[in-house]
Nanobody, 124 residues
Framework: VQLQASGGGLVQPGGSLRLSCAASGFAWEAYVIGWFRQAPGKEREGVSAISSVDGSTYYADSVKGRFTISRDNAKKTVYLQMNSLRPEDTGVYYC??????????????????WGQGTQVTVSS
């Protein structure tokens, strides 16, 4: 399984970024795909996820109302639109996939596959 993430960068507070993650090499029809992030000295935390089956979504409380996750099932690609970015959003963002969303609800140890990280820095 390969998860190819892109879209990170440096942005000023209040700005926006869009992350993309293209998945390949698996045959699951039902899966949950999304993003974790890790700031320096902090644990990896789930940010957002979306189900391939019904489009149901998960958002961490800290990003609700600011981030929007979407998917293109045909392309097996997930997008994370991040608006009103704050310095505390800074970190390495990792694309992840698992079969039922356990990674986001029960901890990153339950994620099946990880992509490479992409750095997001929010700073003036």
């Amino acid at each position: 399984v390969q998860l190819q993430a892109s879209g990170g960068g440096l942005v000023q507070p209040g700005g926006s970024l869009r992350l993309s993650c293209a998945a390949s090499g698996f045959a699951w029809e039902a899966y949950v795909i999304g993003w974790f992030r890790q700031a320096p000295g902090k644990e990896r935390e789930g940010v957002s996820a979306i189900s391939s089956v019904d489009g149901s979504t998960y958002y961490a409380d800290s990003v609700k109302g600011r981030f929007t996750i979407s998917r293109d099932n045909a392309k097996k690609t997930v997008y994370l639109q991040m608006n009103s970015l704050r310095p505390e959003d800074t970190g390495v963002y990792y694309c992840a996939i698992d079969s039922n969303g356990s990674g986001w609800y029960h901890g990153p140890q339950y994620v099946d596959y990880w992509g490479q990280g992409t750095q997001v820095t929010v700073s003036s």
